[in-house]
Each structure stands twice: as C-alpha cells, then as structure tokens.
Nanobody
Framework: QVQLVESGGGLVQPGGSLRLSCAGS????????MGWYRQAPGKQRELVAD???????RYADSVKGRFTISRDNMKNTVFLQMNSLKPDDPAVYYC????????????WGQGTQVTVSS
C-alpha cells in the first residue's frame, strides 16, 4: 500500500505564496506521475499540475506562470510552489500519484486546505 502525506497548506493574502509538499511512502519503487489536483466547494476536482520521473510537467492554464511543480525522485516527493495566489485559487489541494505497471495504480492524499484572503 502507498501513502501520500501532504503538508504546507494554510492561509495567505492575495498575491502571496505557499509551498505544498507531498511525500510518498510504502510499497513503492518510483511513482511515474506525481502531482496536484484541487477541489473548491461546489466544483469538480481539477488537475493543477503534474510531473513525470523525467521532470516533464504540465499545468492547468489557470496556474501557468504562477505555480511551479518539482519532484525529488529518490524520495518520491513532489512540491508545488504557488506564487501570486488569487481569490480563485482557494480549494482543498490533493496530492495524486500513478504508479508504473499495467494496470497502473492510482493514489490520493488526504488533502490540504489553501485559503486566500485579506
């Protein structure tokens, strides 16, 4: 079994920054994809960004140029640096990972709240 443990959420003013971290542990070798989804009240969960073991990243259009995803493959840890936070960004942010193998396994963290308010 794989566990994803997130940290780094909290309250920040508009224009501020936060850094989220997610560490994978358990029965894993390396996770092919690691990334972040978010879900705001009344909205569907959406992809924010993800990254492969080769550091190929993709971002939602709404966060391009403001958020940066990175990972440490040796530690199965992924980071999300969030800058210039906007009132549209508050949500519960979930760490997400997909394993190698067929079929691949999918894992979710418990979520961390990000609040943007003055």
């Amino acid at each position: 079994q794989v566990q994803l443990v997130e940290s780094g959420g909290g309250l920040v003013q508009p224009g501020g920054s936060l850094r989220l971290s997610c560490a994978g542990s358990g029965s894993i070798l390396t996770l092919k994809y690691m990334g972040w989804y978010r879900q705001a009240p009344g909205k569907q969960r959406e992809l924010v960004a993800d990254i492969t073991t080769e550091s190929k990243a993709r971002y939602a259009d709404s966060v391009k140029g403001r958020f940066t995803i990175s990972r440490d493959n040796m530690k199965n840890t992924v980071f999300l640096q969030m800058n210039s936070l906007k009132p549209d960004d508050p949500a519960v942010y979930y760490c997400h990972a997909v394993s190698y193998g067929l079929p691949p396994n999918e894992y979710w963290g418990q979520g961390t709240q990000v609040t943007v308010s003055s």
